[in-house]
T-cell receptor, first 111, second 113 residues
């Protein structure tokens, strides 16, 4: 069965610093991978997705993620974090009805 | 022009009551979902319907009953509410059961007192 592990429950970074959120997955076939963001009191918004092709994918709000099959990872990165990026981030694997989510990583941004 | 909408946004009720949450999507998607998000933000899939047919029914108390009158609507009815039902409930949809991403509604915060 597919599963997702986000090793970091909570990360704090300073505004302007770079960010990397980790995600490891387990999936029997070619994985469909996603990152979602949940701002306080809001629903989940899709940041980016990977299905095939270039392993470095660009998303909204300046985020990117890199798929590494050998490491079963799909880490999310941003070169310079803004205060408005403070939110909960979820990695997910699997298309459609097979989608399963990680436990989430809460990002705090220090001024 | 909201893609996935839920009503109500907030729901406060007492133990033992019965309540419903409604979800509608205007994306033309075939597949809809209900998730429960607990206080630690963990997202748990509860149900999924594809073209009004139940395709996912995770281990959920049978006090929870989903109903899909048509493929644009998926409602969640909860009987005999308990304190542990307090959570945020999200509706989502995808183009099909094997189709890529899911689109989420804004959530319904249910508080049982």
């Amino acid at each position: 069965a597919q599963s997702v592990t986000q090793p970091d429950i909570h990360i704090t970074v300073s505004e302007g610093a770079s960010l990397e959120l980790r995600c490891n997955y387990s999936y029997g076939a070619t994985p469909y991978l996603f990152w979602y963001v949940q701002s306080p009191g809001q629903g989940l918004q899709l940041l980016l997705k990977y299905f095939s092709g270039d392993t470095l994918v660009q998303g909204i709000k300046g985020f990117e993620a890199e798929f590494k099959r050998s490491q079963s990872s799909f880490n999310l990165r941003k070169p310079s974090v803004h205060w408005s990026d403070a939110a909960e981030y979820f990695c997910a694997v699997g298309p459609g009805a097979d989608m399963r989510f990680g436990a989430g990583t809460r990002l705090t941004v220090k001024p | 022009d909201t893609a996935v909408s839920q009503t109500p946004k907030y729901l406060v009720t007492q133990m033992g009551n019965d309540k419903s949450i409604k979800c509608e999507q205007n994306l033309g998607h075939d597949t809809m979902y209900w998730y429960k998000q607990d206080s630690k933000k963990f997202l748990k899939i509860m149900f999924s319907y594809n073209n009004k047919e139940l395709i996912i029914n995770e281990t959920v108390p049978n006090r929870f009953s989903p109903k899909s009158p048509d493929k644009a609507h998926l409602n969640l009815h909860i009987n005999s509410l308990e304190l542990g039902d307090s959570a945020v409930y999200f509706c989502a949809s995808s183009l099909g059961r094997r189709s890529y991403e899911q689109y989420f509604g804004p959530g319904t915060r249910l508080t049982v007192t």
